[in-house]
């Protein structure tokens, strides 16, 4: 194969999904602390008959959840590949962060039920006690999610963690407001109506968390970056006639890659024309993890039929100027 005619290459970037960065101390230093209240609140929420109270605490276990998962996906992906998983197992996190998802919308339809039962058959209760446990909650999240900021946020893990914590802030303070309603006025159902919004909080970050989850295991584009735009983008390049079977995914969340079939003009040169569509792909769309197949329109080995859309060259577009032109040999 002659270095005019071919040209295939990797191009290999370092922000791959889990950093090895992450700073797993602040990680348990928020783990801790929130193990730590929530078995404190599990016990002032059965005392106070404060349903409020118990699905904080539930939602701070699927916090304390997200952690842990978040700290084993980053020991498990930063192992490197071997035998079959050519990749390592950087999805590990991709499928806790599913699990956490799932886990949060149960935990929310459970609340949701009992929220609405107590609507209507609300029980007695303490209102004192749920605003003091709901301010002290407030002062343990805000350390928690101080200690998850100054951690790695690339990982969907992490940041969905990090997303937990202060979906979990805005819980407690409206616990508090509950305690307080309940305390001056005596109207239990604050209780219960403070519940369902910490069930809808729970829908939201897990629902987001099967989203963002299933497009990477879906292999969808990454958020951002739309694969029409980027084929046309890279058909304009000096020398290209034709874009197609462009694929462009996500490994692990943070860890993009692409693979193409670009056929040139005749007398093109494959190598030239590879660099600058790496160059491109790297300075304009992040991705350096690239697979690009580069052939002359001309040869016949080139496959038959395109898979997917095919993007073509305006003849009558000018191409974006380069410094050397991969057209010269």
Same mark, same amino acid.
């Given at each position: ?141 805000? #350390? ?16 969905? #963690? ?42 939201? +970050? ?10 990477? !295991?879906?292999?969808? +584009? ?7 735009? !980027? ?49 491109? !792909? ?17 040869? !016949? ?29």
């Amino acid at each position: 194969m002659s270095e005019q005619k071919h040209g295939s290459g990797h191009g290999h970037g370092h922000g791959h999904g889990v950093s090895p960065g992450a700073d797993r101390r602040h990680l348990t230093g928020a783990l801790v602390l929130i193990l730590a209240f929530m078995a404190g609140e599990v016990v002032v929420g059965l005392a106070a008959h404060s349903l409020a109270l118990l699905s904080d605490a539930a939602h701070m276990l699927t916090d304390a959840f997200a952690i842990m998962l978040a700290l084993v996906a980053m020991r498990i992906a930063a192992r490197p590949p071997k035998g079959g998983y050519t990749y390592g197992l950087r999805r590990a996190e991709i499928l806790s962060a599913q699990l956490n998802g799932l886990t949060l919308l149960l935990l929310a339809a459970y609340f949701v039920f009992e929220g609405v039962q107590r609507l209507f058959d609300p029980p007695a209760v303490d209102g004192p006690l749920v605003l003091v446990t709901s301010l002290a909650g407030i002062v343990v999240n805000v #350390a928690a999610t101080w200690l998850l900021s100054k951690a790695n946020r690339s990982s969907l893990n992490v940041e969905g #963690a990090f997303q937990h914590i202060l979906n979990d802030l805005y819980a407690f303070i409206s616990t508090a407001i509950a305690g307080l309603v309940v305390w001056l006025t005596g109207f239990a159902r604050a209780d219960a109506i403070a519940s369902l919004v910490v069930a809808a909080l729970m829908l939201k +970050a897990g629902y987001g968390l099967l989203r963002d989850a299933g497009r990477v !295991l879906m292999e969808a +584009a990454p958020a951002g970056i739309d694969p029409t735009e !980027l084929g046309g983008r890279l058909a304009e390049r000096p020398c290209v006639r034709e874009v197609h079977d462009l694929h462009v995914w996500e490994v692990s969340s943070g860890y993009p890659a692409l693979s193409a079939h670009v056929l040139v003009e005749p007398k093109g040169d494959c190598h030239a024309v590879r660099r600058d569509l790496q160059v491109v !792909l790297r300075d304009s769309y992040g991705i350096t993890h690239t697979t690009l197949e580069v052939d002359h329109v001309d040869d !016949l080995f080139h496959c038959e039929e395109p898979h997917g859309p095919r993007h073509v060259a305006d003849p009558d577009e000018p191409h974006e100027h380069v410094g050397d032109s991969p057209c010269e040999h």
